[in-house]
């Protein structure tokens, strides 16, 4: 029996609640863990207000929140290779479990060890913000020298496609409001406010010949806005926002498996993917920590230390 946090209809923030659960059975293919460290992500919340069905599962209420988690195992589930009871772990609790809970079942396919001498605070911040940033840039594969705009530069994803583009010699101008622009620049971001400049005027400025490719994590009219500045349409990659393949632009392709959660690991052992990670809560303050994200406006990342 574990304390969690979830929700017990879709809705606002008015329907989260705590409560008590027992420990998930870990089915084929699952770990069960103590969860260490758990990640905060937008998906969180849309998944609580019911809009991705898709990956819901039709599941029963109450439904703990939280997709990313790092922690120990304690039991394994039929069919797991590579893993073993006691291993650190990070990965995604893809078939329901829910992170935001003191033990949840993580997918074995999804999930990695983490290295020695990495924390599980940094781990958990991996298999959302930290294998995106990874895959975005994969996709675009683009040279050394390359300039590269990032919409949304100062959240999650952002800052860890910031960090990121140095190792691959890339030139990063990104868009925030005020408050991202300390953190932006001190990692080499050539930083433009969207809340005090036309980002397309600034940006045209900054880059005349159009960026090698873009990075985007807001969408909707900003991304329709941003997109033209690409010179090449197929170079723009909209981490959030699908309709994006109506300008000419592709959905990032993300890769879930263990081979990528390794590789992301041994990056932010490296320090080449440090992420940013601004608020640790309890898990007694997870609403906080939720609310800070599901303002559209979160620094860097966001976790929740559950023990
Ligand atoms: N497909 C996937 O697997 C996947 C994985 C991760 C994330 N996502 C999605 O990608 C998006 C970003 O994720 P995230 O974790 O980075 O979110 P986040 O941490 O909430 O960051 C979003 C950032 O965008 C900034 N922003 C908002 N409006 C902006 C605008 N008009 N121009 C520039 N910046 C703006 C926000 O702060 P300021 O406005 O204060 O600058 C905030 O820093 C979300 O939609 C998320 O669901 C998808």
Redesign the pocket.
């Known amino acids: 029996m574990g304390q969690a946090w979830g929700f017990g209809r879709f809705g606002g923030p008015e329907v989260q609640e705590f409560f008590d659960r027992p420990d998930p059975g870990p089915g084929p293919g699952e770990v069960l863990i103590r969860v260490a460290v758990a990640g905060v992500?937008?998906?969180d919340h849309?998944l609580r207000a019911g809009l991705v069905p898709g990956l819901d599962g039709g599941r029963p209420f109450p439904r703990v929140l939280g997709m990313e988690a790092a922690g120990t195992v304690l039991a394994l589930g039929a069919d797991v290779d590579g893993l073993a009871v006691g291993d650190a772990v990070f990965g995604f609790a893809l078939t329901g479990g829910g992170t935001y809970a003191e033990t949840t079942v993580l997918s074995a396919a999804n999930t990695a060890r983490i290295p020695a001498g990495l924390s599980a605070t940094v781990a958990a911040t991996l298999p959302?913000?930290g294998t995106?940033a990874v895959d975005a840039l994969d996709q675009l594969g683009l040279p050394a020298g390359a300039t590269i705009l990032v919409?949304?530069v100062?959240?999650?994803?952002?800052l860890a496609v910031a960090r990121l583009a140095p190792s691959r010699q890339l030139r990063v101008i990104g868009?925030?409001?005020a408050?991202?622009r300390e953190q932006a620049e001190a990692i080499g971001v050539r930083f433009v406010d969207?809340t005090a400049e036309d980002v397309v005027t600034a940006a045209r400025g900054l880059v005349p010949d159009g960026f090698d490719g873009i990075v985007d994590?807001?969408?909707g009219p900003?991304l329709r806005a941003v997109a033209p500045l690409a010179r090449d349409r197929s170079a723009v990659i909209a981490?959030?926002d699908q309709s994006v393949a109506e300008l000419g632009g592709r959905s990032?392709e993300?890769r879930l498996d263990r081979e990528n959660l390794a590789r992301s690991a041994q990056l932010a052992l490296e320090g080449v993917l440090a992420p940013v990670i601004t608020a640790i809560h309890p898990l007694s303050d997870a609403p906080a920590a939720l609310a800070t994200?599901e303002n559209?406006?979160?620094?860097g990342k966001v976790v929740i230390k559950v023990t």
Do not use: I, M, W
């Open positions: 992500n937008p998906l849309l959302v913000a995106t919409n949304g100062g959240g999650g994803v952002g868009t925030g409001s408050a991202k969207y994590l807001v969408g900003s981490v959030g990032v993300r994200v559209g406006h979160a620094s």
